[in-house]
């Protein structure tokens, strides 16, 4: 795995619309070495790429996307509101992005905290991820995140080798160490702003890796750099060029 790894934060969200093929094209054009996306359940509990919780800010519909099926959201234009030009652009499935993403880059499944239930259905988003990643032979290709830490968890019980990381907005604490190695965790996904090379160096401690992500498309990079993270998710590859001072 490189060091540092550059992840593109929605795909290349910089310059194509966000969690678009577009933009996962983009990112492998642009050299990413691995992709983050998001996903959500539809009403019908397919797979779908998406970050919000309603389809409003990224499409021409509005309501919530798992009140909406597979069909509809497929029919929605995922690509006019960031520029007119990317008008033919969907919604994906994971398992699209899976098959542009194999054989050329990692990709970090961002699993949506409002897609886990307490009851874990046989088709419980989580065992959905599993199976299709089984499926399509890329178990060594992934990293699985999310903010729902006892989804990880579940995760971990169904498949002892697959890649975990604990996103979190809050600085490392007693907590996230807790769970960290209840899971038998990966990696460690803070918001950039409150890291800092004590956080960096007691998670290096552990063994995991330190992935900070862009908020608004704003990340210092030389300074995570400085720190010794593991890599960064960034919204625009230029970003992905800098280096360590």
Known sequence: MPT?????????????PENTLAAFNGAIDAGAHMIELDVCLSKDRHLVVIH???????????????A???????????????DPRFNTE????????LDAAKGHLLVNIEIKPEAFEADGPADAVERQVLNLV???NMLDEVLVSSFEWQMLENLRKLEPGIALGLLAEAPADERLIHWYQRINGFSWHPDFRV????QVDSLHDLG????PYAVDGRIDS????????????????RQMTARQP
């Open 4 to 16: 540092p790894l550059f992840i593109a934060h929605r795909g290349y969200s910089a310059c194509y």
């Open 52 to 66: 919000d919780e309603t389809v409003d800010r990224t499409t021409n519909g509005t309501g919530a996307v798992k």
């Open 68 to 82: 909406l099926t597979m069909d509809q959201l497929d029919r929605l234009d995922a690509g006019s509101w960031f």
């Open 90 to 97: 969907r919604l994906p499935t994971l398992a699209q992005v």
């Open 134 to 136: 089984r499926g399509k």
């Open 195 to 198: 890291l800092t090379r004590q």
């Open 208 to 211: 995991a890796r330190v992935f």
């Open 222 to 237: 030389l300074g995570m750099l400085a720190m010794g993270v593991d890599g960064l998710i960034v919204d625009d590859p």
